[in-house]
């Protein structure tokens, strides 16, 4: 099995990531096969594994949670082709043996409606404080432009 992350990026563009071990960690630490230099993202965030041809995706008891398709994983959660993983702000589809040929970004889910709409909360900065260059972050993205944030966070190092 060929298996890879594609990252979606604001205004349609991607890059993609081979899974190339048997398990993968995704996470902010340098030891991580998987490097996510954001603030949002906890050392150690979640692990993908593969075995035959199943793919499986374990959250690591990280702060903000691990999504697939919207749903929180908990415990191990099989991962197919097409599946929209979420980490933090950033937003992969799993490719599977090149499938889906053509990467789209998931669609979002309507709102719920309500009589009144909830003032949205403020933003605030994490410990240690962030320049405005991240105050355009938001994990309801279905993809982020990391094209004027390298300086900031580096490229994901690839496996």
Not at 5 to 30: C, M, N, P, Y
Not at 64 to 72: A, L, M, P, Q
Request: glycine share 10%; charged share 30%; proline share 8%.
């Amino acid at each position: 099995m060929n298996a890879d992350l594609v990252l979606l990026k604001k205004g349609g563009a991607h890059k993609t990531f081979s899974l190339r071990g048997a398990v993968t960690v995704l996470g902010r630490r340098h030891d991580c096969d998987l490097r996510i230099p954001l603030p949002s993202v906890s050392r150690r965030h979640c692990e993908i594994q593969q075995n035959g041809e199943v793919l499986k995706i374990r959250d690591l008891e990280s702060t903000g949670g691990t999504f697939v398709n919207g749903k929180r994983v908990n415990g191990d959660s099989p991962v197919k082709a097409g599946d929209a993983i979420r980490i933090g702000p950033l937003t992969f589809v799993c490719q599977i043996d090149g499938k889906p040929e053509k990467i789209v970004p998931p669609k979002k889910a309507a709102p719920a409606k309500s009589k009144q709409a909830a003032p949205k909360p403020a933003k605030s900065a994490p410990p240690g404080g962030l320049d405005d260059s991240f105050a355009d972050l938001d994990a309801s993205d279905s993809g982020i432009d990391l094209e004027g944030l390298d300086s900031e966070l580096g490229d994901l190092e690839e496996l």
